[in-house]
């Protein structure tokens, strides 16, 4: 409104006085631009103390503390033997952002690829099946960046050192103001990160053909507009589940005993079954069985196959295992699966 009322009287007076007028214009709409970036600055670092009570009580049930979920589990006598660490984090982009939201990962700074006791990374996007509808499940995100890393040990290297500076702002004035950006435009509410063991590793023996395309420890290859998606790389099949306590070691003991043919069959890059590293899960899944695939095709044409159906098929018991005590419920909710697409996929020389 201000420069508007200006601009009405600028023809009128002094080339003098329009240049102080200029001068007044600009004043105007720097103090305008500064007083925003002021208000949704404070909006997003304003200490708890001064937020409303909404506020809070959106916070505590939206976000988890970094501290919580590193909150490491304690193990029972017989549970398996960690073999790799998966690093997750979880956001919720807001509708028409997803093409944003990828670019800004795409153009980022990383050196991620370089790092010792790196295995695989991607940005996964969720994807439905057969017209399902996840929105139910809103509060934990339609993206997730997922890390393997070799131990915990090389992730917590990592996640200390100048390396995860780099890659999440660096802490200068310009990478705030992007941070700000993401924060309130592009994302609804807080990432959550998420946790876990890598139980049972197995990965195809076939030549990777991402594991080539990392410059200085990231994807300079991949171009994003911000307007249309990156191309997915990979396909993600995830199947959830809820174990109870006392059911959590024959649930691993069955895993490891199960035969795989996932190794030989075509698209298969790997699997991993996850064990949460928490004291508790906050979408109440402890276990994730994850399989990785070139492409959907090759995971459907894997879900139609008899390895599939051996794999998960009802045989009925022998008759000593049908004489048994009946053992506790293994599940406390049924499983259930999610998909995703992969980009800006990583690889390390020596496979996931």
Same mark, same amino acid.
């Given at each position: 409104?201000l420069?508007n009322k200006?601009?009405?009287?600028?023809?009128?007076?002094?080339?003098?006085?329009?240049?102080?007028?200029?001068y007044?214009m600009?004043l105007?709409?720097s103090l305008i631009v500064g007083l925003?970036?002021?208000?949704s600055?404070e909006? $997003?670092?304003?200490?708890?103390?001064r937020l409303?009570?909404?506020?809070?009580q959106?916070?505590a049930r939206l976000?988890?503390? $970094?501290?919580e979920?590193?909150?490491?589990?304690t193990?029972?006598?017989?549970?398996?033997?960690r073999?790799?660490y998966i690093?997750?984090n979880?956001?919720?982009?807001r509708?028409?952002?997803?093409a944003?939201f990828?670019? @800004?990962?795409?153009?980022r700074?990383s050196?991620?690829?370089e790092?010792d006791g $790196?295995?695989?990374?991607?940005?996964?996007?969720?994807?439905?099946e057969?017209?399902a509808?996840?929105? &139910?499940?809103?509060?934990?995100g339609?993206y997730m960046?997922?890390?393997?890393w070799?131990d915990?040990d090389?992730f917590?290297?990592?996640?200390t050192g100048?390396a995860?500076?780099?890659?999440?702002?660096g802490?200068?004035?310009?990478?705030?103001?992007k941070l700000?950006?993401t924060?309130?435009f592009?994302l609804d509410?807080?990432?959550?990160?998420a946790f876990?063991d890598g139980l049972?590793p197995l990965?195809s023996?076939?030549?990777s053909?991402?594991?080539?395309?990392a410059?200085?420890?990231?994807?300079?290859?991949?171009? &994003?507009d911000?307007e249309?998606?990156?191309?997915?790389?990979?396909?993600?099949?995830m199947?959830?589940f809820?174990i109870?306590?006392?059911a @959590?070691i024959?649930?691993e003991?069955r895993w490891?005993?199960?035969?795989?043919e996932?190794k030989?069959?075509?698209?298969?890059?790997f699997?991993?079954m996850l064990?949460?590293?928490?004291t508790?899960a906050?979408?109440?899944?402890?276990?994730?069985?994850?399989s990785?695939?070139e492409?959907?095709?090759?995971?459907?044409?894997w879900?139609?196959?008899?390895q599939f159906?051996k794999a998960?098929?009802s045989?009925k018991p022998s008759g000593?295992?049908?004489?048994k005590p009946?053992?506790?419920p293994?599940?406390?909710?049924?499983p259930?699966?999610a998909?995703y697409?992969?980009?800006?996929?990583?690889e390390?020389a020596?496979?996931?």
């Amino acid at each position: 409104y201000l420069c508007n009322k200006n601009k009405k009287k600028f023809n009128k007076r002094t080339p003098g006085r329009k240049l102080a007028n200029l001068y007044t214009m600009t004043l105007y709409s720097s103090l305008i631009v500064g007083l925003l970036v002021l208000v949704s600055a404070e909006a $997003f670092i304003s200490s708890p103390a001064r937020l409303t009570s909404h506020s809070l009580q959106q916070n505590a049930r939206l976000s988890m503390h $970094f501290e919580e979920a590193l909150a490491e589990k304690t193990l029972q006598e017989g549970s398996l033997t960690r073999e790799r660490y998966i690093a997750c984090n979880r956001f919720k982009c807001r509708p028409k952002a997803a093409a944003k939201f990828e670019k @800004r990962w795409v153009d980022r700074t990383s050196r991620l690829a370089e790092l010792d006791g $790196f295995k695989w990374f991607a940005l996964l996007r969720r994807v439905e099946e057969y017209g399902a509808d996840y929105s &139910a499940e809103g509060e934990f995100g339609n993206y997730m960046s997922l890390t393997v890393w070799d131990d915990k040990d090389s992730f917590n290297s990592w996640r200390t050192g100048e390396a995860f500076k780099e890659a999440h702002g660096g802490g200068g004035i310009t990478d705030f103001v992007k941070l700000l950006g993401t924060a309130l435009f592009i994302l609804d509410g807080a990432p959550k990160p998420a946790f876990f063991d890598g139980l049972l590793p197995l990965a195809s023996d076939a030549p990777s053909k991402i594991a080539s395309k990392a410059v200085d420890g990231w994807r300079k290859d991949i171009v &994003a507009d911000g307007e249309n998606l990156v191309e997915p790389e990979v396909f993600v099949a995830m199947n959830r589940f809820s174990i109870p306590e006392e059911a @959590r070691i024959p649930f691993e003991q069955r895993w490891a005993k199960r035969e795989s043919e996932l190794k030989d069959l075509p698209g298969f890059r790997f699997f991993n079954m996850l064990r949460r590293d928490a004291t508790e899960a906050d979408d109440g899944y402890n276990y994730i069985s994850m399989s990785v695939w070139e492409d959907r095709g090759s995971f459907e044409g894997w879900r139609a196959s008899q390895q599939f159906n051996k794999a998960h098929g009802s045989e009925k018991p022998s008759g000593e295992e049908a004489s048994k005590p009946k053992a506790p419920p293994m599940f406390k909710t049924p499983p259930k699966t999610a998909f995703y697409e992969g980009k800006v996929v990583l690889e390390s020389a020596g496979g996931p």
